[in-house]
Each structure stands twice: as C-alpha cells, then as structure tokens.
C-alpha cells in the first residue's frame, strides 16, 4: 500500500470515528452493558484476544473521553507472516 492510499484511509477512519464517538458515548451514558453486548453481536465477525469483559471495560473509558484528550494504548505494532498487523500492548 503507497502512503498516499494510507493517509486516503486514515482520514475515512477520523471521519468515521468523528461521528461513531457521540453515538457511542451517548448509547454508553444509556445503557452501561451496551459494549457487552455489542462484544457479544460481533463475536462471529472478531479476531481478537481481549476477553469480553476488557473489552468492555476499554469501551467504557473510551465513552468518557473527550475530544481534546484521545486514549491511546502503550505498546508496539508490526505485521505478522501473514501481512496483519499487530498490536502489543504494553
């Protein structure tokens, strides 16, 4: 992928991201189960090896984020032998 084509995709996801986050946030003040279940309906479409409950537990305090201060998460990146990248936290 050329960078031109990634910084095209990094921008479709800050859009998306800017109008998914105060949907979230407002379904997360509604209902403090809503990232559980919402682990439980994509389950079949995942790959993932964060547990249910960290699951929830991240979505959470991603609801209380503000605009001005992003949550990031420590740790390293790389692709694996089959070209996905990865993610190590720290």
């Known amino acids: 992928m050329n960078v031109k084509q990634n910084d095209n995709r990094m921008k479709r996801q800050a859009q998306y991201e800017e109008a998914f986050m105060p949907v979230f946030q407002a379904k997360c003040s509604e209902d403090k189960t809503f990232p559980l279940d919402l682990y439980h309906?994509?389950?079949?479409?995942?790959?993932?090896?964060?547990?249910?409950?960290?699951?929830?537990?991240l979505a959470l305090l991603l609801s209380d984020e503000t605009p001005e201060e992003k949550l990031t998460i420590q740790g390293t990146d790389g692709f694996d032998e089959d070209g996905w990248q990865t993610v190590n936290p720290q």
């Open 41 to 57: 309906a994509l389950e079949d479409y995942i790959t993932t090896n964060i547990s249910a409950k960290k699951f929830s537990r």
